[in-house]
């Protein structure tokens, strides 16, 4: 496995790069993201990290700029129907912190967007991956995230639901405004896409 490839970009065009190491040239797909990272970086040193597919007839190799886009990538192929482009398609147009909102909000219109992605795809997406991201959005946070001063911390749901808004890039303010006038009662993963729906419109 190839874990990582440090050398130096020789080419960079929308979709793929080239990088040379110890002169071999390396090519790799990459997110629209990725690119836009790297693109005026050309005759510099770079470092990427890979994903290899082995197929039949061929090895292909995925960059990725950060380990957020990689752990993403990972998860995305986990799905049925969805291969190594079609995640770097959905990656080319949401963020990791992105695309876990739409997971988590169950925003099967926005993941559908991306290109060769149809509205089944993004169901699927949805319905396999939501469980796996309340899991790691919804994992304890640190002591001093709950010991913040909020008006309504006496609800442990509603204290986790904040710590995960806040994970997922909101600042408290606007997570515990989101959070408002939702019933403490419910369970974390039903609270966490009502807040959504309200920070996403």
């Not at 129907?81 to 169950?106: F, N, Q, Y």
């Amino acid at each position: 496995m190839i874990y990582h490839l440090n050398g130096t970009l020789e080419l960079c065009e929308e979709g793929s790069c080239v990088i040379d190491c110890g002169g071999v040239g390396y090519k790799l797909s990459v997110s629209d993201s990725t690119y836009s990272s790297i693109v005026g970086h050309v005759g510099e040193k770079m470092k990427l990290l890979t994903y290899l597919q082995v197929r039949e007839d061929a090895f292909e190799l995925y960059g990725f700029k950060t380990n957020d886009e990689l752990s993403a990538f990972k998860l995305l192929i986990t799905v049925s129907g969805v291969g190594p482009k079609a995640a770097m398609s959905i990656l080319s147009i949401l963020t990791p912190d992105k695309l876990s909102m739409a997971i988590c909000g169950e925003d099967t219109k926005t993941i559908a967007k991306a290109s060769g992605v149809g509205a089944k795809t993004a169901a699927r997406v949805v319905l396999e991956l939501k469980d796996k991201i309340a899991k790691q959005v919804f994992a304890p946070s640190d002591a001093s995230a709950m010991q913040s001063p909020i008006s309504f911390a006496k609800s442990s749901n509603l204290s986790e639901a904040l710590d995960a808004l806040v994970v997922l890039g909101y600042s408290r303010p606007e997570a515990q405004r989101a959070l408002s006038g939702i019933d403490p009662g419910l369970d974390v993963t039903k609270i966490i896409p009502l807040a959504l729906s309200k920070l996403m419109k």
